[in-house]
């Protein structure tokens, strides 16, 4: 029976609220450092319950020459789900639930993010070291507290795909392992739909908070003035106007992320000019090694004809020395994370493009260049 529910992959991941809410509250105290925490649950066939979180303990980064160094700190705050202090952590907290009779099943971790930028190589060793050394049906959370600020709850969960996990462990991200495989960037990453569950007994206690009822009824307006806003009076009205969505100005959330798909491109654009150099690097020396080859032959050809002994054919292996060719697994990773920011763009874009349509053929004729650069 147990190989059975191994087997069975997972279809979804169900947190309870409590989880969601300390998630977001960690996350959004932290920002902008990364925060990180463990979760703990149950796993129930294909659905992967959360029954608990706790945030890692946190770490300070050793200052260098009297000074803070902040990337240092970012960098550890990153890399704490697979540190050795908060493993030791981690099963200690684990072995206190136990003793009182809670889930103390290891299903996970979770991470803040900003402006959807987490798909890196701290992610992928992380949850790497959470697949294999501790649990294989584990996953990761990840908070994006940026786009959660705008009213919308950004949370999301993640697998490494097992195709991935095979090629991470070979540590083989050459261009002939890559065609062999078919692994793509999109297949980095498996993405679970989330499900967010109340137990009966909250649900029940929401249901019988007392509410005040109101002491009279409430009065009908006679006319439109009645309705209309006076000195900021009856602004909030159910039939006043709302002109925020008329608004044209760009949002600042979809210029950031404008801003870092540009910088992911240009980081594209710098890895491939470094595989391009070593394919340049590879062909010059692979010219050298034929005319070598060329060269000896020939003169193997001489000798036997003169009786010598002939001359070893395979010395350009001890002569020439091919280049490494560089690992295209930061390749596959910023086209990933390429690919996260045109998603984030293409939703920003939904609705200011409609408005520029729609007000584009009404604007006066000087200003009708500036609303087609927007669209």
């Known amino acids: 029976m147990a ?15 409590l989880v969601v809410m300390k998630i977001v509250k960690h996350c959004s105290q932290a920002f902008p450092t990364t925060a990180t925490g463990f979760l ?29 160094d902040n990337n240092a700190a ?4 990153a890399a704490a789900p697979r540190a050795k202090a908060n493993t030791f952590y981690q099963n200690e907290m684990i072995r206190n639930l136990r003793e009182v ?38 996953v990761a959370l990840v908070h994006d507290v940026s786009r959660s600020s705008q009213g919308s709850l950004s949370l999301r969960a993640f697998r490494l795909s097992p195709p991935f996990m095979t090629a991470y462990k070979e ?34 206690f929401l249901h019988q908070i007392p ?12 006319s439109l003035a009645e309705v209309s806003p006076r000195d900021g009076v009856n602004s909030n009205a159910p039939l006043y106007p709302n002109f925020d969505a008329l608004d044209l100005s760009i949002d600042p959330f979809l210029e950031k992320t404008c801003d870092l798909l540009l910088d992911s491109i240009e980081s594209h654009h710098t890895e491939l000019n470094n595989y391009q150099y070593y394919q340049r690097q590879l062909a010059r020396e692979q010219n050298k090694i034929a005319t070598w080859q060329t060269k000896r032959k020939a003169e193997n050809a001489t000798r036997a004809l003169t009786k010598q002994p002939l001359l ?23 086209s990933r994370q390429i690919e996260q920011y045109a998603r984030q763009v293409d939703g920003f874009t939904a609705g200011i493009s409609g408005k520029m349509f729609a007000v584009k053929n009404n604007m006066p004729p000087g200003n009708t260049g500036e609303a087609s650069r927007a669209v």
């Open 101 to 138: 009779n809670i889930d103390a099943n290891n299903v996970g971790w979770y991470t803040g993010a900003n402006m959807g930028n987490f798909v890196n190589l701290n992610l992928i060793e992380n949850q790497y070291h959470y697949q294999k050394e501790i649990n294989e049906r584990t």
């Open 40 to 68: 703990v649950g149950m796993d129930n066939k294909a659905v992967l319950e959360v029954t608990n979180t706790f945030p890692f303990p946190t770490v300070e980064a050793p200052n260098t020459d009297g000074h803070h």
């Open 312 to 334: 070893p054919e395979d010395e350009w292996q001890r002569m020439f020395k091919l280049p490494t060719e560089p690992s295209r697994l930061d390749v596959m990773l910023n």
């Open 3 to 17: 190989d059975i529910l191994k087997a069975e992959p997972l279809q979804a991941v169900q947190l309870e609220a």
């Open 74 to 77: 970012a960098n550890y705050a």
């Open 171 to 204: 540590n083989k991200f050459n261009t002939e392992t890559l065609q062999k495989s078919g692994l793509r960037y999109q297949d980095i990453l498996i993405e679970l739909p989330l499900q967010i569950h109340n137990s009966h007994l909250l649900t029940a």
């Open 211 to 222: 509410s005040k009822p109101s002491e009279s009824e409430p009065s009908l307006p006679s």
